[in-house]
């Protein structure tokens, strides 16, 4: 059975978000579609008892139940049995159930949405069908054609009682694209702002595009207003105006429920800058937005546990999962048999036989190899009830982890490696942006924006602007640092070093994967350890800084998932097309690939290069040099003749 799990993450504290859909239109209407909440492809519910939950967040003002409502593509298999039944519930309460020959005939229903109890903040959706074809459960379960399709364009019609104002409020509906508008000249507090502002959102809305725009723009914007703009933070309809003071970003990011933002306009007072709360080396599940994960039903069920080295704050040493969980009992006298898998992307980890048992308490190590910047760790149970409890109904397995003693827990954190995979879980605490030309504004922008998705809180920098060219760390007391500059302000020790042609050779047959000429244009972003500090510089190769930002943007664009692909510790962009940057990771470390700068000669390269020969070169003359000792050592010593006798 296929157990889908959606986790709506924090905008406001107690959890709004869920983000990348249609813009509202005049009336308020919002129109979400599955495939704008992420569903790229129909999803499928396999098993006689599968489930799907979807929630979206509410309207404050409330909805209005005779326009609101939600259509279903529900597509069964051909070749269920006329008991089979599907059921919809909004919030937990039945709404409607639909027969399997309903569906059949008219796949497209539509279920209203009643009115929300008062301080509801979300719309839950359950689907849960009961499906079979002959009755015997175990037999229809083999067969493999228990399931059924919902499709993607199935979506949320939400009319609001009264049209959203506030200014948090702004944040709630899902937009097709945000632009940020900033003027066309700005005074460095006021690029600082810009680029954190873009941060912000970029890590809020991170299923929307964001456009860094000068001058104007036109749909959903923020706009960037001078310092004593005031209110300093106001809403307009599907416009935001935000005034370029750091304390009206740091109330943005600060606290989402704070009456004040539940306003049209705000006129704020000082607010302190925010810190990320240290947790320890332990982070539960509900700390981690899991909650109580439960399954129900028959077959094989999976619980999917998301989660990246940016939640636990770096790559962890000894990581291991608490697991705690409550299951009502199989009965393994009558045959059933209940049995349970542990996978770390997609590694076998341990196995438990569940049968008879009501609980699991144990600890599982996860091998720090085997962790990525993003992982999932899947828990499956196999639920196998014996024939002569296939008949009729059927008792499904409910089986809950409990959120707050099931937990990740560490011992320490690994030393980084300079691999872009550990990026950005490093990124922690103060950082320094090091921009070379306040024209580099936007490329610095995107940079930060899709640092900034990957992150668990907003990126908030120090903006520093070059005045002269730099050969050693800039950072200062900064313990994370981005450099967004051309090639001859900066000459560090970087994995590539700019100003003379090079290629990058694949090691094993001394083939260039990439050769780079002087007229070339490309981008480059690399990532170094300065003084043991990770530090990402993001530069272009060629006459045109433009491509650095065709670069930054196709990263930050979360419909590519670019960002979320990054290895190695190089990423070039090619101008492929007008619209279009050919992306590429390539880890630089000698392990992989090397590079070759033809026009300069590289010791360390042609020792490689020529190490077979050089072996047998020193082997021959090693073994001159033996032949030679062997036959000045070797000789029988000469016994002297005896006078002649007189």
């Known amino acids: 059975m296929a157990h889908c799990w959606k986790h709506w993450g924090g905008l406001l504290a107690a959890g709004l978000t869920c983000w990348g859909a249609l813009p509202a239109t005049a009336q308020g209407e919002e129109t979400i579609s599955l495939q704008t909440l992420g569903y790229s492809r129909s999803v499928v519910l396999q098993g006689s008892n599968p489930e799907l939950n979807v929630g979206i967040p509410a309207p404050s003002g409330g909805i209005d139940p005779s326009a609101s409502f939600v259509q279903l593509r529900l597509e069964p298999s051909p070749v269920l049995g006329p008991g089979s039944t599907v059921r919809v519930l909004i919030n937990q309460e039945p709404m409607e159930v639909f027969s399997v020959g309903q569906l059949q005939a008219n796949p497209v229903v539509q279920v209203p949405i009643p009115e929300l109890p008062p301080g509801e903040r979300f719309i839950n959706l359950s689907v849960q069908p009961f499906l079979t074809i002959s009755g015997d459960i175990c037999r229809d379960i083999g067969t493999g054609n228990l399931f059924l399709t919902v499709g993607r364009e199935s979506f949320f019609q939400v009319v609001p009682r009264i049209p959203d104002s506030t200014v948090a409020d702004f944040f709630r509906p899902l937009y097709s694209q945000l632009s940020l508008v900033v003027p066309a000249n700005l005074s460095p507090e006021s690029a600082e702002a810009a680029l954190w502002l873009y941060s912000l959102l970029a890590h809020q809305f991170p299923r929307t595009p964001i456009l860094w725009t000068r001058g104007s723009a036109s749909g959903p914007q923020v706009v960037l207003e001078s310092p004593d703009f005031s209110p300093q933070l106001q809403r307009q309809g599907s416009t935001l105006r935000v005034a370029a003071r750091a304390e009206a970003i740091q109330a943005l990011v600060a606290e989402w429920e704070r009456p004040g933002l539940l306003s049209r306009s705000i006129q704020l007072s000082s607010v302190p800058a925010v810190e990320p709360e240290s947790l320890g080396n332990r982070r539960s599940l509900r700390q981690l937005g899991f909650g109580d994960p439960t399954l129900r039903g028959m077959g094989t069920q999976s619980l999917f546990l998301n989660f990246d080295l940016a939640q636990l704050g770096g790559r962890p040493q000894d ?328």
């Open 319 to 646: 990581l291991a999962l608490q697991l705690n969980a409550v299951m009502t009992p199989v009965d393994g006298r009558l045959g059933d048999r209940l049995n349970g898998q542990v996978f770390l992307n997609g590694i076998l980890l341990k196995t438990y036989d569940l049968t008879g048992r009501t609980q699991l308490n144990d600890w599982v190590a996860l091998p720090s190899q085997l962790l990525r910047r993003a992982n999932t760790l899947e828990l499956r149970f196999d639920h196998a009830p014996s024939q002569g409890s296939c008949q009729g109904a059927v008792a499904p397995l409910t089986l809950q982890l409990q959120g707050d003693s099931s937990a990740f827990s560490w011992s320490g954190y690994e030393a980084p490696v300079g691999e872009l995979q550990e990026i950005p879980a490093l990124l922690q605490g103060s950082g320094q942006l090091v921009v070379g030309d306040p024209d580099l504004m936007a490329s610095a922008a995107y940079l930060l924006g899709a640092l900034s998705r990957l992150s668990p809180q907003p990126l908030l920098p120090r903006l520093q602007l070059l005045s002269e060219p730099i050969s050693r760390s800039p950072l200062g007391d900064a313990s994370w640092g981005l450099i967004v500059a051309g090639p001859e302000q900066v000459e560090l020790n970087t994995p590539i070093r700019l100003g003379s042609r090079f290629e990058i050779l694949n090691p094993l047959n001394q083939r260039a994967v990439l050769a780079v000429q002087p007229e070339d244009e490309l981008g480059l972003l690399q990532y170094v350890l300065l003084e043991g500090k990770p530090t990402l510089w993001l530069s272009w190769w060629g006459s045109d800084p433009a491509i650095a930002e065709r670069l930054s943007r196709s990263l930050a664009d979360p419909r590519t998932l670019l960002a979320n692909q990054m290895q190695g510790n190089v990423v070039t962009g090619y101008a492929a097309a007008p619209n279009l940057t050919q992306v590429q990771s390539w880890d630089l470390s000698g392990q992989t690939y090397q590079v070759r700068y033809p026009d300069r000669l590289d010791w360390r390269l042609l020792l490689w290069r020529y190490r077979f020969w050089l072996v047998i070169l020193v082997a021959l003359l090693g073994a001159g040099v033996a032949w030679s000792l062997y036959q000045r050592l070797a000789q029988m010593p000469q016994v002297p003749s005896p006078p002649p006798q007189p």
